[in-house]
């Protein structure tokens, strides 16, 4: 059982455009949204999150969208870098539960 | 500030063996989670510990084990091993519980656990 999907698998895009990777989920009792960026031979580390009473929340070139009522979020990255090709996870997490759930991952490719 | 260590960084094991992971918490941080993460895959949750206790744990076999220390460090240990236990084990730390303040987890490098 699959809690969140995340689409696209791999994604390449061209320097300096919009980058957009998305993420649906089944339990509205996720009360928590993250999205974490991994290197190779790195551990995920978290970029930015969200939480249900808001729509958007933006840090520098990273934005991200959240629909409550189709249980959808979205990372974007703006003026997109070489430096942001990595596995990008979204995540969710439900109160009262320890852990994060994450999503396939997306592997983006910025080309320069 | 050290962020979270993990001990060693690779490792090469053969079916049936048993491997112990180590992982030191980011400083100031008293919760330690463990992952593992198959190539291509996202991370899966294995289990927490918080004060020296196991508090949750996920799909995982009684062959995954843990232990917390009183300064916070932690094992993860595997007994019998498969070959589909080659993954990379992640630790996370974070002060507190989720769904308090510690909604941040902050992860490691990992170990590369290879099994033959």
């Known amino acids: 059982q699959q809690q969140v999907k995340q689409s696209p698998q791999s994604l390449i895009v061209q320097k300096g455009g919009i980058s957009i990777i998305n993420c649906a989920y089944e339990n509205t009792a996720f009360d928590y949204f993250p999205w974490y960026q991994q290197f190779p031979g790195k551990g995920p580390a978290l970029l930015i999150a969200i939480r249900p009473d808001v729509s958007e929340k933006k840090e520098g070139r990273f934005t991200i969208s959240f629909n409550k009522s189709a249980k959808q979020f979205s990372l974007h990255i703006m003026d997109s870098q070489p430096g942001d090709s990595a596995t990008y996870f979204c995540a969710v997490h439900q109160g009262g539960a320890q852990k994060l759930v994450f999503g396939q991952g997306t592997r983006l490719t910025i080309n320069p | 500030d050290a962020g979270v260590t993990q001990s060693p960084t690779h490792l090469i094991k053969t079916r049936g063996q048993q491997v112990t992971l180590r992982c030191s918490p980011k400083?100031?941080?008293?919760?330690v989670s463990w992952y593992q993460q198959a190539l291509g895959q996202g991370p899966q949750f294995i289990f927490q510990?918080?004060?020296?206790?196991?508090?949750q744990r996920g799909n995982f076999p009684d062959r995954f084990s843990g232990h917390q220390f009183p300064n916070y460090s932690s094992e993860l240990n595997v007994n019998a091993l498969l070959l589909g236990d080659s993954a990379l084990y992640l630790c996370a730390s974070s002060f507190k519980l989720l769904g308090q303040m510690g909604e941040k987890l902050f992860f490691g490098s990992g170990t590369q656990l290879s099994v033959l």
């Open positions: 510990y918080y004060e020296e206790e196991e508090r």
């Open positions: 400083s100031g941080h008293d919760t």
